[in-house]
């Protein structure tokens, strides 16, 4: 079956760096689309980085740009995002997301929270 599984949340102070990671198996990674979404309390989901199935492109919020990198390594089946100078509004439940034009699948989340 198909799962994405996110990990390497957690809590960093301001400035700091975390590395996530989505482990994608069932399904033909390298065909999809990858994206990190994000959540906060009482906000809604919103989309913070994407990169394409051969990494040819990549797309950030303008929130993230020049702090946050999108990668994949195909033959793991694996997206990245590295965060650095993290900042408290940073603070949300991070979420792998696989798109292609027929099908969207969603790992389970990752809380990763800024705070001193």
């Known amino acids: 079956q198909v799962q994405l599984v996110d990990s390497g949340g957690g809590l960093v102070q301001p400035g700091g760096s975390l590395r996530l990671s989505c482990a994608a198996s069932?399904?033909?990674?390298?065909?999809?689309?990858m994206r990190w979404y994000r959540q906060a309390p009482g906000k809604e989901r919103e989309l913070v980085a994407a990169?394409?199935?051969?990494?040819?492109?990549?797309n950030y919020a303008d929130s993230v740009k020049g702090r946050f990198t999108i990668s994949r390594d195909n033959a793991k089946n694996a997206v990245y995002l590295q965060m650095n100078s993290l900042k408290s509004e940073d603070t949300a439940v991070y979420y792998c997301?696989?798109?292609?034009?027929?099908?969207?699948?969603w790992g389970q989340g990752t809380q990763v929270t800024v705070s001193s």
């Open positions: 997301n696989a798109w292609s034009v027929s099908r969207n699948y």
């Open positions: 990169i394409s199935p051969t990494s040819r492109s990549t």
């Open positions: 069932g399904f033909t990674f390298s065909t999809y689309a």
